[in-house]
């Protein structure tokens, strides 16, 4: 970890954009568009280059942390806001003054293991995790170093149990 280092939490439904699907991507980066949560957003702007993002799979069974991306560029104007044929477009955002941002990602690794939901919660340590909180449906949200050391480690500790 590194002195003033960020930590991230990031959503997708696996079906619309998964690890794997960044894994791919060419030079294994995306724009991380189509934010339309103000705080979400506020989130995206405070991201800083070489911050460490947890990848996350919503929606799937089991819902799981499933890897690690880093930022690789900060904050700058989404795009889709202004294309009236994107799925994000919003017509009362205006070019002069843009009300959505997006960061630009790396893949760095995908977890032999995806550490679900429900294990997550089973970790004292991480009871005031974001992500465990009833409601909580934020798609981009703030880690804490404390949470971000535990993930690790519960990385590396299933990792040691499937290593041959």
Request: cysteine-free; overall charge positive.
């Amino acid at each position: 970890m590194t002195e003033g280092q960020q930590y991230w939490l990031v959503k997708s439904e696996p079906e619309a954009f998964s690890i794997d699907d960044l894994a791919r991507s060419t030079r294994q980066k995306t724009s991380w568009d189509g934010v339309r949560n103000y705080q979400a957003r506020n989130f995206l702007r405070a991201m800083r280059m070489g911050d460490q993002v947890l990848f996350y799979h919503s929606n799937a069974n089991p819902p799981s942390i499933v890897g690690i991306a880093e930022v690789v560029k900060a904050a700058y104007p989404d795009a889709t806001q202004f294309d009236k044929h994107a799925t994000h477009y919003d017509p009362g955002s205006d070019p002069g003054r843009p009300r959505w941002d997006m960061v630009d990602i790396r893949f760095v690794r995908k977890f032999t293991a995806p550490l679900s939901l429900n294990l997550l919660r089973e970790q004292a340590v991480l009871k005031r995790m974001e992500l465990l909180r009833k409601g909580s449906r934020l798609s981009v949200q703030p880690i804490r170093a404390l949470e971000w050391k535990e993930i690790i480690r519960l990385v590396e500790h299933i990792a040691g149990r499937y290593a041959v």
